[in-house]
């Protein structure tokens, strides 16, 4: 129960003792206190959801007495928020979350860096009671400036989680973020790359790295699935590969002087787990990969199993010319200068191709048309290509999700959709397929009798 005191008088005063010169009251003599004229005349006092005294003063009874129903709703619902609580830091509730909370693979390090360039500069030093709904916007408003819209709705949402957390714990009572609008996402239409493109990145990839480039298109693996693969994850008799986890190379944090090594982590979704079929001619290039360039053994973390981390040898598919696993930043350069080689291959395969079509005469609609794997392209872009082949081919949603390992078909959907067939054709043709063998309901049209 909350409680309002007159600080500036006695509750209890002696008898005879001389009332107060300045102030009177209404039911009974004011007497002086020891405090009176100093600070704030009205407290609140209340004991909260943990039993401990707590008060505040106010410099008007009504706010007082307003204070004091609102604590007793707020224990009664169990909405309390402790007001000394809310006097932490942003930096210190954040780091609490942050190291207490569950992260896959390298998403710890990409918070920390998030909340280290993005959030703390701004709201770490600041109570966190003290955080507005407008200076949120106003943050949104100038990271807007520096991060895409795709990078910043992550880093904020970091942020929502903190303060969601905050809410929960008592620590504030609203969460300033909601309501707060940020820059809109516009996903840019994935453009597969062509088939000639994967054709020169393959044949332009140094021989050790070839069947790997090979391997990307032909199962849709993303980079860091492709990097952590081990021997025995390729079944060659079954012609399948099986992906049970990546290769992660942690960012550097401010506070490290070498760059963390790579480690074997869990795929990135439950839905990663995966086991994708393959085509003969890529069983054969990795055969033929591990007769050129044996699998290195290498000393690794292995942290599939976050409860029991583990330091082992691992049988690596691919490595480096030092029979190292790949790493991020390394790979880097060998995919620019693949790419490099790829669009001069291409570039010169359309000049001899163009040449030709002129001494044909210039047949109409047999102009040949200039194919480059385009600026900004990574190994991702064969993970596309895979997904386009598929749909091209007429798998379901079902089937790209389960061999792409997303989390939801409506991933898959918001990816994709605008390269599933949309024809009429199409459509009269499968309602044909289903409802051909059904009898007319009517005779045909030249048969009816006027």
Sequence with gaps: MASVYDRWHLSRPEKGAEPCAEHSGKTRTLVPSADHGKGKRWQVRWRDAAGEQQKE?????????????????????????????????????????RTSAVHRGGTASRVERALRLH????????????????EVQAWIKDRAQVLKPSTLRVTFSYLVTIMHTAVRDRTIAVNPCAGVKLPEVRRPEIVPLHQDAVRALIEAAP?????????????????????????????????EVTVRQQLITPDKDADED???????????????????PLVGLAVDALAAHLQQHPAAVVDIEDRTDPRKPRRRKAQMLFSNDRNEVIKRASWSHVWSRMEERANEALSKAYAEAYAAWVQRGRPEGQEPAPVRVPDGASMHDLRHFYASALIKNRE????VQRRLGHAKPSITLDIYTHLWPDDEDTTRAAVEA?????????????????
């Design 434 to 450: 289903v409802l051909g063998g059904v009898p007319a309901l009517c005779p045909p049209a030249a048969s009816v009798s006027r």
């Design 396 to 399: 379901s949603v079902k089937t």
């Design 119 to 134: 959030i703390y500069p701004t709201f770490g030093d600041r109570a966190i009671v003290s955080i507005r709904p407008s």
């Design 258 to 276: 070498e760059t963390p090594e790579p480690y074997l982590g869990e795929p990135k979704t439950h839905e990663s787990y995966r086991t994708v």
């Design 207 to 239: 021989p050790r790295y070839r069947a790997m480039i090979l391997l990307a298109a032909a199962s849709g693996l993303r980079q860091g699935e492709v990097f952590g693969l081990e021997v025995d994850c390729v079944d060659f008799l079954r012609r």
């Design 57 to 97: 003063n106010f410099a008007k009874r009504s706010q007082a007495d307003t204070r004091a129903a609102t604590i007793e709703a707020d224990l009664a619902r169990g909405l309390y928020v402790d007001p000394a609580a809310g006097k932490e830091s942003f930096r210190t509730v954040a780091e609490r979350w």
